[in-house]
């Protein structure tokens, strides 16, 4: 059974050292985070942008409520 396991560390070469001395079978999907990553993680760090966000949330869920509630009709 294969699994997922997320690890961030500021060792990743130990970590692959181990991995391999071990004998356990790994595989990288990425190496370097991408840059839209980079811009959501920065984006959600900015309390304006943030407070968008949560905004542009409740308009969407408050929109899907008044179309299931039509639907229903």
């Known amino acids: 059974m294969s699994e997922l396991i997320i690890i961030r560390t ?3 070469e130990r970590v692959r050292n181990l991995l391999n001395k071990e004998q356990i079978n790994y595989e990288i999907f990425y ?3 991408d840059k839209l990553a980079q811009e959501y993680r920065e984006a959600w760090q900015n309390p304006q942008r ?3 966000a949560q905004q ?3 308009a969407t869920m408050t929109d899907w409520a008044e179309r299931t509630r039509k639907q229903k009709k």
């Open 50 to 52: 943030l407070a968008e």
């Open 56 to 58: 542009w949330e409740q």
């Open 31 to 33: 190496e370097k985070e």
């Open 10 to 12: 500021e060792n990743s």
